[in-house]
């Protein structure tokens, strides 16, 4: 089983819909969690950070549960301008740094 | 404005000509790391350095090197390239009281 572990999609969704997305990590003592968007052949950025209560920016919003180890990002009102590459980002802590990559998951919204 | 600059951005190379990628971040963090990103398999960490002069491997630290000489550089090293280290690279830095990671804008590798 991989370590950090989400679907490739690609999930293709028309504008103003609603799209979540899952990642699995094997690791239960994992600490830090993040959502990083990477475009076609650039960098990945810092989307948002996940925390154990949930956080919310704007349309998007990033769960954790961790008693099915899993994280999830939840973007509301699509625009397509969100159609990238969501990586899930896993730090397993114990004083190590390091992180974790999922593979992606590539969303294309839809006019 | 706050960055991270690797260079260079393109390079082909042939089987066993000694290469460096650089990585210069300025904004002073004390943690630094290279990655890899290839098809399927997602960024997979190459090397790490917590402050100058510590550094240790990731998960694919074959046939790389690295040093970490100051806090602002963090050059990768391939002795011998090979075929198989064709890929693109990713060099990044993190502040430190958020774990957010800040990126290059990648380096792709041909080795031939």
């Known amino acids: 089983r991989k370590e950090v572990e989400q679907d490739p999609g690609p999930f293709n969704v028309p504008e103003g819909a609603t799209v979540a997305f899952n990642c699995t990590y094997s690791?239960?003592?994992?600490?830090?969690f993040f959502w990083y968007r990477q475009d076609c052949r650039k960098e990945p950025k810092l989307l948002m950070s996940v925390y154990s209560s949930g956080n919310e920016d704007g349309r998007f919003t990033a769960q954790l549960n961790r008693a099915s180890q899993y994280i999830s990002l939840l973007i509301r009102d699509s625009k397509l301008s969100d159609s990238a590459t969501y990586l899930c980002?896993?730090?397993?802590?114990?004083?190590?740094?390091?992180?974790?990559f999922g593979t992606g998951t590539r969303l294309k919204v839809l006019a | 404005e706050a960055q991270v600059t690797q260079n260079p951005r393109y390079l082909i190379t042939v089987t066993g000509k000694k290469l460096t990628v650089t990585c210069s971040q300025n904004?002073?963090?004390?943690?630094m790391s290279w990655y890899r990103q290839d098809p399927g398999l997602g960024l997979r960490q190459i090397y790490y350095?917590?402050?100058?002069?510590?550094?240790d491997k990731g998960d694919v630290p074959e046939g790389y090197k690295v040093s970490r000489k100051e806090k602002r550089n963090f050059p990768l090293i391939l002795e011998s390239p090979s075929p198989n280290q064709t890929s693109l690279y990713f060099c990044?830095?993190?502040?430190?009281?958020?774990?957010?990671?800040?990126f290059g804008e990648g380096s792709r590798l041909t080795v031939l």
């Open positions: 350095s917590m402050n100058v002069e510590v550094t």
């Open positions: 904004m002073n963090h004390e943690y």
């Open positions: 690791n239960s003592a994992s600490q830090s």
């Open positions: 980002v896993v730090n397993p802590g114990s004083g190590t740094y390091k992180y974790i």
């Open positions: 990044a830095s993190m502040r430190g009281n958020t774990g957010e990671l800040f």
